[in-house]
């Protein structure tokens, strides 16, 4: 069912991350050391106006936060290392342009997702969002039709949309991501193998107690 990447067509994963920063990679890393596949692509922010039913367009969000970049970029360094070496899927120069969520399929709980990029589409269970706004999140929730009440997190995890350095005010800090990172990925990894136990943590991501 997979295709080349880079192919135009579509491919299969479990996870589709949007966001090959801080909190994408931190994820990847998470859903690897649990046995769980998911490819990574460039960070988008969501914009839905006008879109058919179910669809939301994506447009780039990627400011930086000056106060704690050092300290970013040292974990992304590690994170980097670690994606190389454990065969991670961090495509950077792949951009999410639309977001189309299906019909779950019969006896399942949560929908499927569509992640379109210009080279193609990515299919997957499970959809990962860095870097957006809730006032961002709450239109996309509308967009699929959905209603939303006050915990837009927990609207989001229904469907099958997590979030990782997401919807605070203050960007968080390093170590807040990779903490959020850490419950998602274990999350993620729950649901895929409810009966499976984590793969031990391994490499530099390990050190860094992500």
């Known amino acids: 069912m997979s295709s080349m990447p880079g192919s135009a067509g579509t491919e299969q994963t479990t996870t589709v991350i949007i966001g090959s920063g801080l909190s994408g990679l931190a994820v ?13 692509v460039d960070g988008l922010d969501l914009l839905g106006t006008g879109q058919p039913a179910n669809t939301t367009s994506l447009q780039r969000c990627d400011a930086a936060d000056s106060a704690t970049l050092r300290e970013r970029n040292e974990i992304l360094r590690h994170q980097r290392n670690y994606a190389a070496s454990h065969s991670v899927d961090v495509r950077n120069t792949t951009r999410a342009v639309q977001l189309t969520m299906l019909e779950a399929p019969e006896n399942a709980g949560a929908p499927q997702w569509q992640v379109h990029t210009p080279t193609g589409i990515l299919l997957a269970d499970h959809i990962v969002l860095t870097r957006c706004a809730h006032s961002q999140l709450r239109r996309m929730i509308n967009d699929f039709g959905l209603a939303v009440g006050r915990n837009v997190a927990a609207a989001m995890r229904a469907i099958g949309i997590y979030l990782v350095g997401v919807g605070e005010l203050i960007t968080p800090s390093p170590k807040e991501v990779l903490r959020q990172a850490k419950t998602v990925g274990q999350a993620i990894s729950a649901k895929v193998n409810p009966d499976g136990g984590a793969f031990p943590a391994t490499g530099n991501l390990a050190m860094l107690g992500c």
């Open 28 to 40: 990847a890393a998470e859903l690897r050391r649990n046995g769980v596949d998911s490819i990574v």
